[in-house]
T-cell receptor, first 113, second 115 residues
């Protein structure tokens, strides 16, 4: 079965610290991978996406992610977090066998000012 | 332009009652999805509509759940004889098409509380 897993459920960082959130997927074939963010009281917004090509993708607000096929990973990174990055982050994927997204369990990030 | 909209934003209902949740996708988007976000289960796929094709209902948790999409636009998710475990945020998303290479845009959700 297709699955997406996120290793960290809760992360607490101080401002200016670097961030890396892990994401692994379990299915093969052509994959589309996404990171979504949900700020407190707001709806899911797309941070970045990987469809094909350059495995290092850049998204909004200084976020980037690297698709490593050999590791089935799509980790999210940001070199220096801000207090406004406090949110819940979801990794999601789909392959050519289905149209729906499979989500990881989410990671709650708290950035201390 | 306008994003995905959902109504109501909040719904409180008594156990055993039926509820209807509405989704207005982004204009021109042919693919529409329903997901459920709950504390114990995270984000789960429920149902997918693509154009005039038969919907993919593989994620619906029971036969109390149904959905329709009229005229290829607005969708309604119906939950009959609601149970307390149905309490969750119900999210709608749309994309310009299903399949590969298309991102999904999410609405604000409907928070359903079954008392």
């Amino acid at each position: 079965a297709q699955s997406v897993s996120q290793h960290n459920h809760h992360v607490i960082l101080s401002e200016a610290a670097s961030l890396e959130l892990g994401c692994n997927y379990s299915y093969g074939g052509t994959v589309n991978l996404f990171w979504y963010v949900q700020y407190p009281g707001q709806h899911l917004q797309l941070l970045l996406k990987y469809f094909s090509g350059d495995p290092l993708v850049k998204g909004i607000k200084g976020f980037e992610a690297e698709f490593i096929k050999s590791k089935f990973s799509f980790n999210l990174r940001k070199p220096s977090v801000q207090w406004s990055d406090t949110a819940e982050y979801f990794c999601a994927g789909k392959n050519n066998a289905g149209n729906m997204l499979t989500f990881g369990g989410g990671t709650r990030l708290m950035v201390k000012p | 332009g306008a994003g995905v909209s959902q109504s109501p934003s909040n719904k409180v209902t008594e156990k055993g009652k039926d509820v209807e949740l509405r989704c207005d996708p982004i204009s021109g988007h042919t693919a529409l999805y329903w997901y459920r976000q709950s504390l114990g289960q995270g984000l789960e796929f429920l149902i997918y509509f693509q154009g005039n094709s038969a919907p993919d209902k593989s994620g619906l948790p029971s036969d109390r759940f149904s959905a329709e999409r009229t005229g290829g636009s607005v969708s309604t998710l119906t939950i009959q004889r609601t149970q307390q475990e149905d309490s969750a945020v119900y999210l709608c998303a749309s994309s310009s098409s299903g399949g590969q290479g298309h991102e999904q845009y999410f609405g604000p959700g409907t928070r359903l509380t079954v008392t």
